[in-house]
């Protein structure tokens, strides 16, 4: 059995757990503020122009058949010698003035059109730059548990979308019910009450028809919309780790994976263009009902001497126009329901408040000795699993201090509560006296700096990624910190130098190359508290040993906090404590600690003697010539 057939917590796109759906109309209200933004009187005023656009447009509409009747009833008069010698003019007259009032409404659209697009693109920018910005205020708990080619895909469609909204409500359906309004008016001032009826009926029903049955076939769009970002996280997943799928020869697994979702994609996609071809079908029936009912009025009139030709020809001429734009309200109510579907996801993000927050009184971070101070900090991930419990530590400037132990033992999650990814659920962690939530998350952040043991790297270039410590960071300061972690001279052996471009998530270089970049990196953002995540994990042990050097050097004047794996990096750690099951069981420096006998003294013999194992193995080979 295929276990990925099963639906995960992210197949669905359009929820997120703990965050109320908003109403289409919730959504279109959240949408307005991005169209009269209140600092930007420029955007505002554009909006006010597109909108006389707007009004003058329909306006010279209505008014064109209502010309166009005073021209054709003028022909028939002609014709029979009803009217004087000045007939001609009088008709050029109205010729000009219908061909003005055809005219009028296109060249006003389009100027609306070229007045409002920087409205909407604006608008599509600024929410775009919003859910951005707001993706980074989440806690990391919101990250590890979405899929990144979902998340992004979800966000690119809920951005289009609201341009798509914005441009059919401007240009279709405001337009279009604006006319309506012109049409009946007039038609009730100036005629029996028998044609407004039939329009407002037909038109009622037209509306009604495409309300509800679009409606009913919104879960087919809903699935689809899910189906087609299944298959997007599935594929953007498996080749992001293309690496796995190789070494496991599971390339024809992960086909079927992909098929599987295209399959449903496809299976969705086809009832939703039926179900879209019977909503199209049901539009046209009320459509040429409506216009032959009028039209049989207006002949029966006509016989009967209460309507003339013009006006006949006008009521035909106005039941086109309104229908022609009334097929698109159809359609674009189709659109715009199906945009909404798309922005649900991305307004739910927005929704979404970050787990960790500034405190409204909240100050900047101040630090003079770089002082870390845990004090009795106990926290979880999951409620009733604990990962610490009650631990106290305290590091000084120019100390270094290491945590070992064995694999979920809570190592990295302390530096995480130092970074404050994730709040201490009971005690508190003090940088210099200061509690780490009464401080600002940028100031907190300024001060400290990770390399980590899972280095990530951005696809650009070598010199960009270390330089992102610090972007404002000159090419020698970059050269510098590169030389102290050991890189320089291999970065400048390539063909491009520091312009090499080190691939997607840094997998042209090394595991080690990747380290060392990481280390260049925060060594360029100069903090006062480094943390070092088995900063060393991936590198050879003659490279090992010249980082080591480094490190040693750059933590004189800075509170080092090591977490490691590898035991041989921490030797001269001021304070080691050891971790078991989120305790500190024992602690302090190496020699202590071997003369103790404990479980540091054991993984240190178990360490050592791998090593002297390897030792061995390489002196073997290096005698045999083999290297």
Known sequence: MDHFNHATAFDDPLTIDGVEKRTPLQTIKAVLPFLWPKDRRDMRTRVMIALACLILGRVANVYGPIVLKDLVDGLEKLVNAEMGGQAMSVLMGLTILYGLMVFLPGALTEIRAAVFTPVSEFAQRLIGLKAFGHLHELSMRFHLDRKTGGLSRAIERGTRALQQIIGLFAFNIAPTIFEIILVSVYLAISYPQKYVTVILLAVTAYIAFTLLFTEWRTRFRRAMVTQESRATSIGVDSLLNFETVKYFGNEAYESRRYNNALARYQEAAIKSQTTLGLLNGGQLVIRVVCQVAILVIAVKDYAAGHLSVGEVVMLNTFMLQLFIPLGFLGSSYRMIRQSLIDMEYLFQLLDLKPEIKDRT???????????????????????????????????????????????????????????????????????????????????????????????????????????????????????????????????????????????????????????????????????????????????????????????????????????????????????????????????????????????????????????????????????????
């Open 361 to 627: 009184d909240a100050g900047d971070l101040q630090v003079k000795n770089a002082e870390v101070r845990f004090n009795n900090v106990s926290f979880q991930y999951e409620e009733n699993v604990p990962v610490i419990q009650d631990i106290s530590f305290s590091i000084n400037r120019g100390k270094t201090l290491a945590v070992v132990g064995a694999s979920g033992a809570g190592k990295s999650t302390i530096s995480r509560l130092l970074y404050r990814f994730y709040e201490v659920q009971r005690g508190n962690i003090t940088i210099d006296n200061q509690d780490i939530k009464r401080v600002t998350q940028a100031s907190l952040r300024d001060h400290v700096g990770i390399v980590p043991q899972d280095t990530v790297l951005f696809n650009d270039t070598i010199r960009y990624n270390i330089r992102y410590g610090r972007p404002d960071a000159c090419d020698t300061e970059v050269e510098v910190v590169a030389k102290l972690a050991s890189i320089h001279d291999f970065i400048i052996s390539l063909p491009q130098g520091y312009d090499t471009r080190v691939g997607e998530r840094g997998l042209k270089l090394s595991g080690g190359e990747k380290q060392r970049v990481a280390i260049a990196r925060t060594l360029l953002k100069n903090p006062s508290i480094l943390i070092l995540d088995e900063a060393t994990s991936s590198l050879d042990v003659k490279t090992e040993r010249e980082i080591q050097l480094a490190l040693t050097e750059v933590s004189k004047n800075r509170t080092t906090l090591i977490i490691a794996h590898r035991l041989s990096t921490i030797v001269d750690a001021d304070e080691i404590l050891v971790l078991s099951e989120g305790r500190i069981i024992e602690c302090g420096a190496h020699d202590e600690l071997i003369e103790s006998n404990g479980l540091y003294a054991e993984m240190w013999r178990r360490q050592k003697a791998a090593a002297d194992e390897m030792e061995k193995i390489q002196k073997i080979f290096s005698e045999e010539g083999l290297k």
